[in-house]
Each structure stands twice: as structure tokens, then as C-alpha cells.
């Protein structure tokens, strides 16, 4: 998988990730990406603003399916609910990391194909340049054929 290039499909499909500069550092059993801290993505007081935090973390449960589903071309993640734990300012960049294993997504993959449905939940630490914690994410996914597909 060549995470080079997801990023760059990403940042030039999405607006959103093209303005946080995403950059995919890890897609197997331990998914990390980075927002970076600029212009476009810092606030009132040039620490990360909370909607690229939000971003970062949220992504990961988007970057699960794209290496995971069996049969990405019928079934699509959405997230049902997200938590958001501020727990430092974000005065660098910032990497979002959550782990899924290859058990959860045979799992995964084995209920799409009984039942056209998986729910799943990613905790996600956001860490600063400094190893700083300076969120946490919660978020329940929902994937479906939400398509019709």
C-alpha cells in the first residue's frame, strides 16, 4: 500500500484534507495520520484549531475501511457519534493513532458478508510534536451499503 499516494488522493479529493496538509503514516494494525499546523488549520491563538483535531482523529475511521473492506465498492463507513477530549493546546502538528487488528477486520468483513452491517468504535490519542497528548477521540462507526450497490 503505498501511503504516499492515498495522501495525496485524499488532500485532492477532499478540501478539507488538502487545507490540514493529512498525511497517512500508518495503515495496518496501527493507523496514524498528520495534520499539519499552519496558516489554514490554527485558530484565534495559533494553536490547532478544534475542527482539524476533530479532522485528524475522525479520519481514522475512514482509513480502517479503505485498507480493510473485502468489498470497499459496496459497502461505505459513516460516523454515527464522535467524542471529542481536549486535553492540551496543540502548539505543532498533530498525529492522530488508533490500532485495529487483522482479528476485527476479518470480523469486520465476516459480518458485512452475513448481515450488510459492522459497527465498530476507534479511540484515537492525538498527539503534538512533543509526544503531548492533546486529544482524545471516540467515535462509533456505522458501515453500510449506504449506496445501494
Avoid at 485528524?56 to 463507513?77: N, T
Avoid at 509526544?131 to 482524545?136: E, I, K, M
Amino acid at each position: 500500500m503505498d501511503l504516499e499516494k492515498m495522501s495525496a488522493s485524499i488532500r485532492e479529493k477532499y478540501g478539507l484534507y488538502r487545507s490540514a496538509g493529512l498525511e497517512i503514516l500508518s495503515a495496518d494494525e496501527i493507523f496514524k495520520a498528520r495534520v499539519t499546523l499552519g496558516p489554514e488549520t490554527q485558530n484565534h491563538v495559533q494553536m490547532m484549531h478544534a475542527a482539524y483535531l476533530f479532522a485528524c482523529g475522525e479520519f481514522l475511521g475512514g482509513l480502517v475501511p479503505m485498507r480493510h473492506l473485502a468489498k470497499p465498492e459496496k459497502f461505505q463507513p459513516v460516523v454515527r457519534d464522535l467524542k471529542i477530549e481536549f486535553k492540551a493546546p496543540a502548539m505543532t502538528s498533530v498525529t492522530a493513532e488508533t490500532t485495529f487488528t487483522q482479528a476485527q477486520a476479518d470480523e469486520m468483513n465476516t459480518a458485512l458478508d452475513k448481515d450488510g452491517r459492522y459497527d465498530f468504535t476507534l479511540v484515537a490519542a492525538l498527539k503534538d510534536e512533543n509526544d503531548t497528548l492533546v486529544a482524545q477521540t471516540t467515535t462509533n462507526y456505522a458501515i453500510r451499503n449506504f449506496m445501494g450497490g
